[in-house]
């Protein structure tokens, strides 16, 4: 059983940056495909970034591309998104998952486990 912790919301006005933290343990970190999703109110959850286990897969979606980006360090069990240039309507609960596949899905359904989540707010 894999428990993921994000940490690393909060509050910010836009054009700044935070980076999100998602801290893995009871598993083998480097066999996930990891993926940062987002989930306003009223909307659907969306993938964010994702990276497949080797991180060679790497996904960005096209309503942040050139503005976040996603790393992991198997060593210390951590992902991280890096959100720069943030806007208010990337304003959501920013969720971290772990699929068992070896590349990144889109559907948020192939993900096995999932942190408690972040809330992001982007002020204008």
């Known amino acids: 059983q894999v428990q993921l912790v994000e940490s690393g919301g909060g509050l910010v006005q836009a054009g700044g940056s935070l980076r999100l933290s998602c801290a893995a343990s009871?598993?083998?970190?480097?066999?996930?495909?990891m993926g940062w999703f987002r989930q306003a109110h009223g909307k659907e959850r969306e993938l964010v970034v994702g990276?497949?286990?080797?991180?060679?897969?790497?996904y960005v979606a096209d309503f942040v591309k050139g503005r976040f980006t996603i790393s992991r360090d198997n060593v210390k069990n951590t992902v991280y998104l890096q959100m720069n240039s943030l806007k208010p309507e990337d304003t959501a609960v920013y969720y971290c998952?772990?699929?068992?596949?070896?590349?990144?899905?889109?559907?948020?359904?192939?993900?096995?486990?999932w942190g408690q989540g972040t809330q992001v707010t982007v002020s204008s």
């Open positions: 998952a772990a699929s068992r596949g070896r590349y990144v899905v889109m559907d948020h359904r192939n993900y096995n486990y």
């Open positions: 009871g598993g083998t970190f480097s066999s996930y495909a």
């Open positions: 990276e497949g286990r080797s991180g060679g897969n790497t």
